[in-house]
């Protein structure tokens, strides 16, 4: 599954405006798992890749029903778990 890219919508707003997920970011060799990453998609807006969120691997769980925030977990470089909130920022239209 090299070279190839995987996505997941894992929640969408009450009114269908704003949908989180998480990607494949990276395979890692070392212990064949893959580094996940997170979007943010909105009709205005198209995808933003948020990455990793300054850590190894960033998942999103779930998103609040106005489509302002969402939540999700990251691990840092050194392995520890950390859950998150994240404000969604919409560009003006």
């Known amino acids: 599954m090299l070279g190839k890219v995987a996505a997941f919508a894992r929640d969408i707003s009450d009114d269908g ?6 990607f494949f970011g ?17 009709k205005a ?3 933003h890749k948020l990455g990793s969120m300054h850590g190894k691997s960033a998942r ?14 990251y691990v840092d470089s050194h392995g520890e778990s950390y859950a998150y909130t994240a404000k969604i920022v919409l560009p003006a239209t």
Not at 26 to 42: E, I
Not at 60 to 73: C, E, L, N, R, W
Request: aromatic fraction near 18%; charge should be negative; hydrophobic fraction near 40%.
């Open 17 to 22: 405006s704003v949908i989180v997920g998480d």
């Open 26 to 42: 990276s395979f890692n060799l070392h212990d064949f798992s893959y580094d996940d990453h997170v979007f943010v998609y909105t």
């Open 45 to 47: 807006g198209g995808v």
């Open 60 to 73: 999103v769980h779930a998103i609040a029903p106005d489509g302002t925030k969402f939540y999700g977990s």
